[in-house]
């Protein structure tokens, strides 16, 4: 009786870890356009980066300026560009509608990408 209920008690805590997602949750972006820019400030305009610009659509995945289909993936606040014309451009979520490009290890390379498309209320902070 006890063997079976050890049994059942390892089953049961590796079944609940192997729901876990390693690298955090399973995100998906705002549909719709992405601006890609070099930021300004109080002095400076932003510059806009259009051949860096995307849209991004249902399951996942995005269309390049040039109408090229690519996937992405969002685990939590990390979002990896995994096929097509980007493919390797990583970023890092700063809120809901912009993120920041990161290079190398996790440097920020100076451009950030705003969503575009109306803004959902419904999930704003």
């Given amino acids: 009786m006890k063997r079976t209920a050890l049994l059942a008690l390892g089953l049961a805590s590796l079944a609940t870890s192997a729901n876990a997602v390693p690298g955090g949750k399973l995100m998906t972006l705002q549909l719709g356009a992405w601006t890609c820019e070099v930021p300004g400030d109080a002095t400076v305009m932003p510059i806009a980066k259009p051949e860096l610009s995307?849209?991004?659509v249902a399951d996942s995945s995005y269309i390049s300026p040039e109408g090229i289909r690519g996937s992405y993936l969002?685990?939590?606040?990390?979002?990896?560009?995994t096929s097509g014309t980007f493919a390797g451009r990583r970023f890092t979520m700063d809120g809901e509608e912009i993120m920041r490009e990161l290079v190398g290890g996790d440097k920020e390379s100076g451009i950030r990408c705003v969503h575009a498309s109306p803004i959902n209320m419904a999930t704003s902070g």
Avoid at 74 to 81: P, Y
Wanted: glycine residues 10%.
């Fill in 54 to 56: 995307f849209t991004a």
């Fill in 74 to 81: 969002r685990l939590a606040g990390d979002v990896t560009l």
